[in-house]
């Protein structure tokens, strides 16, 4: 248990469909990110989120949405998926986002569960 | 292009021994690197850091080793368990957007009893 909990665990969804994937964390961190997992390929970051703002957007298709209405929740809707979004899909959070000093212990990023998204 | 490689992406090792773990980066401006060590089912949980001004970094049976100038680091895990059978990824940052964890492939490292 990391203190970071996404629902749900498995998604099947057709193309045409509109879901959405849940994250929480309940370590009082302030920074939160979307993280993509296919198979053979490492970690790629999609979005990340300090004090419920967007910093980071790593030219992921509009078809991904992000939404971080508190600290503690992140939120990522998906319409109109194609077939090769098919994948795990990783919320994370940290201490803090800190611009430009470099990290220290504590900025580690600890990872939910995942949900592995399958579209068909 | 990719920035963190692990280039092993298996490993298997008897329980008891010593499993080494290696990754190499070409991004001259990371300078701090992280190990996750992922179970089935599961997400990534962190495993042991170093930050680029030290070399080594020892926590309980897990050690890193970092060599700068070969761009270089690997996870020593002493003695080996059968619940170390994982995958494990190195990860790596750079100044100034640490939040910006680039993972390399991961290493399905299995211990045998």
């Known amino acids: 248990e990391t203190g970071v909990t996404q629902t749900p665990r498995h998604l099947v969804m057709g193309m045409t469909n509109k879901k959405s994937l849940k994250c929480e964390q309940h370590?009082?961190?302030?920074?939160m990110y979307w993280y993509k997992q296919s198979a053979k390929k490492p970690l790629e970051l999609m979005f990340v989120?300090?004090?419920?703002?967007?910093?980071e957007n790593n030219s992921v298709p509009s078809r991904f949405s992000p939404e971080c209405p508190n600290s503690s929740h992140l939120f990522l809707h998906l319409h109109t998926l194609q077939p090769e979004d098919s994948a795990l899909y990783l919320c994370?959070?940290?201490?803090?986002?800190?611009?430009?000093?470099?990290?220290?212990?504590?900025?580690?990023?600890?990872f939910g569960q995942g949900t592995r998204l399958t579209v068909v | 292009d990719q920035q963190v490689k692990q280039n092993s992406p298996s490993l298997s090792v008897q329980e008891g021994r010593i499993s080494i773990l290696n990754c190499d980066y070409t991004n001259s401006m990371f300078d701090y690197f992280l190990w996750y060590k992922k179970y089935p089912a599961e997400g990534p949980t962190f495993l042991i850091s170093?930050?680029?001004?030290?070399d080594k970094n020892e926590d309980g049976r897990f050690t890193v080793f970092l060599n700068k100038s070969a761009k270089h680091l690997s996870l020593h895990i002493v003695p080996s368990q059968p619940g170390d059978s994982a995958v494990y990824f190195c990860?790596?940052?750079?100044?100034?957007?640490?939040?910006?964890?680039?993972f390399g492939k991961g290493t399905l490292l299995t211990v045998n009893p």
């Open positions: 990860a790596a940052s750079a100044r100034g957007s640490n939040y910006k964890l680039t």
């Open positions: 989120y300090s004090l419920e703002e967007r910093v």
């Open positions: 170093i930050s680029s001004i030290k």
């Open positions: 370590l009082g961190h302030n920074a």
């Open positions: 994370a959070s940290s201490q803090d986002y800190i611009r430009g000093t470099g990290l220290k212990k504590g900025t580690e990023a600890f």
